[in-house]
């Protein structure tokens, strides 16, 4: 996988590793402005900067219930959408 992948389909929506934060250009070409992170750590917000943000904190673990959190995630991505922009999912 890429630092940035593009989910198949016509939205806006790409996923990827933390690292991804870091590519500014590959950000910037595909247009995101908002990011979802899904992950249970302490975040550099400087990464987050330019862009809207949501943190689901949850660990990597398969009990974890991830079904809780859909009704707002969609929401936060659907946003993102919806004014134009791009989404990435990162964990």
């Known amino acids: 996988m890429a630092l940035l992948d593009r989910v198949l389909g016509d939205e806006n929506i ?3 590793g933390i690292f991804s934060l870091r590519r500014k250009e590959a950000l910037k070409r595909a ?6 992170s899904v992950l249970n750590i302490d975040l550099d ?5 330019p862009y809207k943000h ?4 949850v660990d990597d673990m398969e009990d974890e219930n ?4 859909f009704t707002t995630t969609n929401g936060f991505i659907e946003e993102g959408l919806e004014g134009g922009g791009g989404v990435l999912v990162h964990w």
């Open 14 to 16: 790409y996923i990827g």
């Open 31 to 36: 247009n995101i402005t908002h990011v979802l």
């Open 54 to 57: 949501m943190v689901v904190g």
């Open 45 to 49: 917000t400087e990464l987050f900067a």
């Open 66 to 69: 991830l079904l809780e959190h």
